[in-house]
């Protein structure tokens, strides 16, 4: 018969069951189950219990039965586990009593739902207090049971028992729940028990079996439960893996203040610092601490508390990192002074944490250079390069309120006071939004997620807000305790000050700051940013591809290559043309009607663009600089043609209205520029004369240009900087076109070095954008020294979209309907684009072995179109100066999945196996990989 039961000491069957990975465990067990039968393995202190499989749970759903068999071997099992205990379910003499919990493959924090104290009913709980000699704590833990028995099975609110439970403290005068005595709470177990009858129409369950039954199927169901649903959108969890449910033997926390429950980090999720950060509750059971129903204290306290418990627990959770090779997030009980240990999983950490914590794990040896690359994510880069408050600002606004810094970040947005509003602000009113709360639950999550920030006035950094912001890098600050919120005339009042809903504020979740109104944000240094930069370091050691940058001035150059790039992959100097003080210039040039009139034009622009040119060089000492020639069509650099007729109408009509004169003096002019204007006027402009076209129409320009290049390159060698211009000529279609202008071009490259003496290394190459360009690479490689792919043009030509009226009237419906898989725009089309640019390669090195590939469009920041320039053999990829650190990563990345197959390779290969000793399977290195991989 199918096994649907693992008991905690069984981790090597249903390894054996699933092929021997640890993923695959993970898969069966859940990420929960896998971590307890590991700890058993370990000889750490697990209460003892078993786990029905996911599997189980998919057969449920299936069937909306328990697969056949599956309850029986339950029921053996829970017999051995009294067994192990010494005690009895269901009786009233020595009970046991068991959680109930739920555990999927990947972590879902608080998504779904567990049960804790299953086994009380009206007699037990007599006989455990008896036993115990603690009434308080047997009829508290009652009260829990019927409280989460039928929240979870079935789905009452919270309200029907915390109004009750509110309602006994005020009569009473209590503020903690640690006031209430047994009577107390055996008062509230009898109103919970009607509560219970009048919402559900009968009482609750006294058949412990039925209990555990119904706690069974209802885990099972939470499955897909909205929230579970939610999140797993969110976060791109299959909804097909399943939960699994773990009956663990209960050890208590709540039996005196000998007792207690907590949850710690084995190293500080938000900032990643190497120190243990947790909190801890005496007298309480577990999940009081992550509701941050009372404030707990933090973990260190613990040592004085109870010194040898936290000696152990010390002990235990490094052993647990080491194992893991990773942060944990463990939870913890005492009971009575009796440590055990209850989860423990790889935790959930800010994008700052993230890189911290791998290159400290990196240096301490606990992983490789390259396991601490893969750990980090190009977005988590994103995210640290993310806006951060101006300093300046922020020290001229007055710090409202404080809180616990629980996720780093700045966010400006208008608050809201609950999940739904938040949402619907947000999605609907496209407004940046902070949700503020008193605390945060899980069904919240989809507020939280469509805010910017998170405000809580009451928990600490492991509530569930925190929790959440730090896995989503939503910014939040929690337990802001001075602000006091009245949810019905919603708004909130901190010291003197009124708030409502809708107004301003910034929360600094780095520094735990409240700020009312808005505070200007600005980009962080990276510089500042050592881990990163370490990092990244390593990263370029492994990439294949270099990162170069797209840089029209020294400034974007300079910043570029702080942030690590290798070369300036696409300069446009048509920018250059738009300066005031350049662009009559520019336009005297266009007007004029023979080519000695351009080129006088042209000797005015000489001396500026020279200028521009030298800047790039001197911030690229030492590095290739990609110019391209002019691109645009002309009309670009001319007035508004619409504009100017108005004018031109009102002028015939009115006058000169900026003379008064009533005699319109500029008219004469203003109809000439507008007839040129009119007669450069072209029905598909960016398919027209432009790009190298335009260059052998009116060679002036780009002449002009190459010798400004080559002009300033000598005046910089002569400064001892070290140039490497590169001349990339645009849109190019056919090899006759670079016959026709290339050497040309050359020749005054030539020319300027005979004239100023000097020499340097040089190349003249083309932008590939036309896919006849790539058809034709053999022989466009002739003449080409390098390639460039712009991306954004040979996408558009090659599915023939024009990209602003695609992104504005069908692509959105093109991805929807699973017509285009993205928008290719942002992600290279592998298929159709990616082709055309693997044949250019391959063509344009079969003439020219050597020659240099880039690409500069837009695409060269994606990290999925960065893979494809990999796999094609690119040498670099160049992409806006703040994407270089991104781009870096990305590009380590694709080098370690697809190493090259050298003997290099093999020997790493080698070195894994060894480390993997105690398992000498097919695929060694691998199951260790994935045993201590996060997801
Ligand atoms: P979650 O995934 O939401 O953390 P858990 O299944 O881990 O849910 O349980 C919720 C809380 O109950 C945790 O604090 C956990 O430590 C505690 N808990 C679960 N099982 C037991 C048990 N057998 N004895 C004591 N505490 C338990
Ligand atoms: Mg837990
Ligand atoms: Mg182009």
């Known amino acids: 018969m199918k096994k649907w039961v693992y008991f905690f000491d069984e981790a090597a069957a249903a390894e054996k069951s699933v092929g021997g990975s640890w993923d695959g465990v993970r898969g069966l067990l859940g990420g929960k189950g896998a971590g307890l039968f590991d700890m058993t393995r370990a000889g750490v202190p697990v209460p003892p219990g078993f786990t029905l499989t996911t599997q189980a749970c998919n057969e449920f759903r299936r069937t909306g039965k328990f697969p056949p068999g599956m309850w029986g071997q339950a029921l053996a099992a829970l017999k051995q586990v009294e067994k192990r205990t010494g005690k009895k379910f269901g009786s009233s003499s020595n009970p046991l009593l068991v959680s109930c919990r739920s555990g999927a493959k990947f972590s879902m924090p608080g998504m779904m739902n567990t049960i804790l104290n299953i086994g009380l009913n009206d007699e037990v709980v007599e006989g455990l207090s008896r036993l115990t000699n603690n009434p308080r704590f047997a009829w508290d833990s009652y009260r829990r049971l019927i409280e989460m028995f039928g929240a979870t099975v079935f789905g009452l609110d919270d309200e029907v028992f915390e109004h009750p439970m509110g309602e006994h403290k005020k009569k009473k005068g209590y503020q903690l729940d640690t006031e209430m005595t047994a009577e107390d709470w055996k008062a509230l ?199 951060q408050f101006d300093d300046a600002a922020r020290k001229k606004s007055e710090v409202l309120a404080k809180g616990v810094n629980a996720s780093p970040g700045a966010a400006v947005g208008q608050i809201y006071f609950d999940a739904d509003t938040a949402e619907k602000m947000a999605k609907e009113g496209k407004q940046d939004v902070i949700m503020v709360r008193p605390f945060t639950k899980p069904d919240d999550v989809h507020g939280m997620i469509a805010s910017k920030g998170i405000l809580t006035s009451e928990g600490g950094a492991t509530s569930h807000a925190a929790v959440v912001a730090r896995q989503f890098g939503i910014p939040a600050v929690v337990g802001a305790s001075a602000m006091k919120i009245d949810m019905e005339r919603r708004l909130m009042i901190i010291g003197e000050k009124t708030i409502t809903e809708g107004e301003w504020m910034s929360v600094d979740g780095a520094t735990g700051e409240v700020y009312l109104g808005k505070i200007p944000t600005s980009a962080p240094s990276l510089e500042e940013q050592t881990d990163l930069l370490t990092l990244l370091n390593w990263a370029d050691d492994i990439a294949k591809l270099q990162v170069w940058a797209n840089a029209d001035y020294p400034k974007d150059a300079r910043r570029a290559r702080s942030y690590g790039a290798k070369g300036i992959g696409l300069c446009r100097t048509e920018h250059m043309f738009f300066e005031p003080e350049r662009l009559p210039i520019v336009q005297d040039m266009i007007l004029s009607d023979t ?222 309907q699973g017509i285009l898989p993205k928008n290719p725009f942002q992600t290279l089309d592998r298929e159709g684009v990616g082709m055309l640019m693997k044949w250019a390669v391959d063509e344009g090195r079969k003439t020219r072995p050597n020659l240099e590939v880039g690409i500069c469009g837009e695409h060269g920041g994606d990290p999925d179109s960065i893979e494809w320039c990999h796999l094609i053999g690119n040498n670099y990829v160049s992409c806006s100066p703040f994407r270089v650190p991104i781009a870096r990563l990305a590009a380590a990345h694709v080098a370690l999945k697809y190493p090259v197959k050298k003997v290099a390779a093999k020997k790493v290969v080698a070195k894994k196996v060894v480390k993997a000793k105690a398992k000498p399977k097919a695929k060694p290195a691998k199951t260790v990989k994935l045993k201590s991989k996060k997801k």
């Open 189 to 387: 177990v009898g109103i919970f028990k009607v509560e219970y009858k009048k919402h559900i129409g009968e009482d609750f369950p006294q058949d412990v079996y039925k209990q555990l039954e119904l706690a069974t199927q209802a885990v099972f169901e939470s499955w897909m439960g909205k929230r579970a649903v939610d999140y797993r959108r969110a976060t791109g969890i299959s909804d097909d893996l399943g939960t699994a449910v773990n009956i663990v033997t209960m050890v208590f926390g709540n039996m005196g203040f000998d007792s207690g429950t907590g949850v710690a980090f084995t190293r500080n999720p938000s900032t990643g610092e190497k120190t243990m950060m947790g909190e801890y509750l005496l007298n309480a059971q577990g999940e009081d601490v992550v509701a941050g129903i009372r404030n707990a204290d933090p973990i260190a306290n613990l040592s004085t508390h109870m010194p040898k418990v936290y000696e152990q627990f010390m002990k235990i959770t490094s052993r647990l990192e080491k194992h893991y090779t990773d942060m944990q997030d463990v939870e913890f009980t005492i009971e009575r002074g009796k440590l055990w240990m209850l989860q423990t999983r790889n935790g959930k950490r800010t994008a700052k944490a993230i890189v911290k914590i791998a290159v400290d794990m990196a240096n301490e040896g606990l992983i490789s250079k390259a396991d601490a690359v893969r750990r980090v994510t190009p977005d988590d880069v994103d995210t640290l390069l993310h806006p």
């Open 595 to 816: 080519s000695a009139g351009r080129t006088q034009a042209l000797d005015k622009l000489l001396p500026y663009q020279r200028k521009d040119f030298d800047g790039l060089f001197e911030a690229m000492d030492g590095y290739p600089v990609i110019i391209r020639l002019i691109d645009p069509p002309l009309h670009e650099f001319m007035p508004d043609e619409e504009k100017l007729l108005e004018e031109v109408v009102t002028m015939r009509v009115k006058g000169d209205p900026s003379t008064g004169s009533g005699q319109a003096d500029g008219l004469p002019a203003k109809e000439k520029l507008l007839a040129a204007i009119r007669s450069m006027r072209e029905s598909n402009p960016m398919m027209g004369l432009r790009g190298v076209r335009l260059s052998i129409v009116m060679p002036e320009i780009v002449e002009m240009q190459v010798r400004a290049i080559f002009e300033a390159a000598a005046d910089c060698t002569l400064r001892k900087i070290v140039v490497h211009p590169e001349v990339m000529i645009p849109l190019t279609g056919t090899v006759k076109e670079l016959e026709w202008i290339q050497p040309r071009l050359e020749r005054i490259a030539a020319t300027v070095m005979e004239e100023k003496k000097v020499k340097f290394i040089y190349k003249f190459g083309t932008m590939i954008e036309i896919p006849r360009a790539c058809v034709t690479a053999a022989e466009v490689a002739k003449l080409a020294q390098f390639f460039s792919f712009g991306t954004n043009d040979l996408t558009q030509m090659t599915f023939g979209y024009s990209r602003d009226d695609a992104e504005r009237n069908f692509l959105v419906t093109y991805v929807e």
